[in-house]
């Protein structure tokens, strides 16, 4: 399926002449120069690449987003990801985003479908894992489908393997569970106070967002 058609649902949601959300692909220039193994693009040498935003929407939320093939795969954790292989965090299925929504920060106006203020708390590549019983590889999207994906993050702050899970919840609707795997990547597990977090990408707070908004 073409990347419009995916995403259609994110573009009716949206109206572009009020939000500054990215309407098309292409990624924004945000003004810093590549990291090590990234490419001009900032694609990590052509690896699919993750990000973690922070969204004070009415409710806060962590959005966790995963490029698969020319979308971001998103999902909705309320509690956001856990460094602690014990914490099982559920992860609420959202519609796909444009690969240029990973450089996303500011604040969607009031009355807008998700208005509030959004940070890039973190952001890197990934590494596909999955396995069918056999152990051949398998591919993602297709792990996706099927209901289980693994992948290694390797993140600014979120480094190690981990999963999605689907099941069927209780509302009767799909839902699934992200999880760390194996042992803890160090001390102090969970996820970050979200209103002290600073965005990988600028360094600032959800509030410094905010303000800095209010004054242009």
Same mark, same amino acid.
């Given at each position: @399926? $073409? /990347?419009?058609? %995916?995403?259609?649902? *994110?573009?009716?949601?949206?109206?572009?002449?009020?939000? %500054?959300?990215?309407a098309a692909e292409g990624r924004a220039d945000d003004g810093r120069k590549p990291? $090590?193994?990234?490419?001009?693009?900032?694609?990590?040498?052509?690896?699919?690449?993750?990000?973690?935003?922070?969204?004070?929407?009415?409710? @806060?939320?962590?959005?966790?987003?995963?490029?698969?093939?020319?979308?971001? #795969?998103?999902?909705?954790?309320?509690?956001?990801?856990? /460094?602690?292989?014990?914490? #099982?965090?559920? /992860?609420?299925?959202?519609?796909?985003?444009?690969?240029? *929504?990973?450089?996303?920060?500011?604040?969607?106006?009031?009355?807008? +479908?998700?208005? !509030?203020?959004?940070?890039?708390?973190?952001?890197?590549? +990934?590494?596909?894992?999955?396995?069918?019983?056999? !152990?051949?590889?398998?591919?993602?999207?297709?792990?996706?489908? =099927?209901?289980?994906?693994?992948? =290694?993050?390797?993140?600014?702050?979120?480094?190690?393997? +981990?999963?999605?899970?689907?099941?069927?919840?209780?509302? !009767?609707?799909?839902?699934?569970?992200?999880?760390?795997?194996?042992?803890?990547?160090? /001390?102090?597990?969970?996820?970050?106070?979200?209103?002290?977090?600073?965005?990988?990408?600028? !360094?600032?707070?959800?509030?410094?967002?905010? $303000?800095?908004?209010?004054?242009?």
């Amino acid at each position: @399926m $073409a /990347a419009e058609d %995916r995403l259609r649902t *994110y573009r009716g949601k949206r109206d572009f002449e009020r939000t %500054r959300e990215p309407a098309a692909e292409g990624r924004a220039d945000d003004g810093r120069k590549p990291s $090590a193994g990234e490419d001009a693009g900032g694609r990590g040498g052509g690896r699919p690449r993750f990000v973690v935003q922070i969204h004070d929407a009415r409710r @806060m939320h962590f959005d966790f987003r995963l490029q698969v093939d020319d979308v971001l #795969k998103s999902w909705s954790v309320p509690r956001g990801p856990s /460094a602690d292989p014990g914490d #099982k965090r559920l /992860a609420v299925p959202t519609e796909d985003h444009p690969l240029a *929504y990973e450089d996303f920060e500011g604040v969607i106006p009031k009355g807008e +479908y998700g208005g !509030g203020t959004v940070i890039v708390w973190d952001r890197g590549t +990934y590494e596909p894992l999955s396995h069918d019983r056999q !152990g051949r590889p398998v591919d993602f999207a297709e792990s996706l489908e =099927r209901g289980h994906a693994t992948f =290694r993050l390797h993140g600014t702050k979120l480094r190690g393997e +981990y999963a999605l899970t689907r099941f069927r919840g209780r509302d !009767g609707e799909d839902h699934w569970l992200l999880v760390r795997k194996g042992a803890a990547h160090r /001390a102090g597990h969970g996820s970050p106070d979200p209103r002290r977090a600073r965005s990988v990408r600028t !360094g600032r707070t959800l509030a410094q967002v905010a $303000a800095d908004s209010g004054a242009s």
